[in-house]
């Protein structure tokens, strides 16, 4: 049984249409649909009121340092059972993948090393934290403020 599971494993990235092309998007996309689709939703909108939607919206949170840590602090990334180059890897792809629009050009992907750091102390109070960073964005960049608000309420 356990040798089954484990092909499967090894094989079900293929079986769901990944390519072996580029075998880091194709992990991180795999890891999305066991880690965080479940919550977020295939397409990373989530649920009004109840989970954060990532699509259109993640990417908003690289205009500060602290909205970047907070992003691999909240408890659902920094707890995550993956190694640190996977949680890199994950986030990296799933800002390109459903928030690039949003993201700062200057947009440095995470590393290994950030996102280790970055675990070690995880968001005690992610909803107020969340908020408290999305003002201090507002206020910092106007230019953004407007996309931001709207792009909230949606």
Known sequence: MAKMIRTMLVLLPGMLGFGTADADNDRARFNYMIH????HLPDASGYQ???PRMKNFLGFFLHSQEGRDFIIQV?????????DD???ELMNW???AYSAEQRPDEFVPYTQ???????QSP????LTTRLRILRAIAVQQPDLARE?????RE
Do not use: F
């Open 36 to 39: 965080c689709q479940g919550c």
């Open 49 to 51: 009121d109840k989970v």
């Open 75 to 83: 408890p659902g990334v920094s707890l995550a059972q993956l190694p």
């Open 86 to 88: 996977e949680i890199a």
């Open 94 to 96: 799933l800002i390109n």
């Open 113 to 119: 090393s950030e996102v280790n750091a970055l675990r």
């Open 123 to 126: 968001e005690a109070d992610p």
């Open 148 to 152: 931001l608000t709207a792009s909230y």
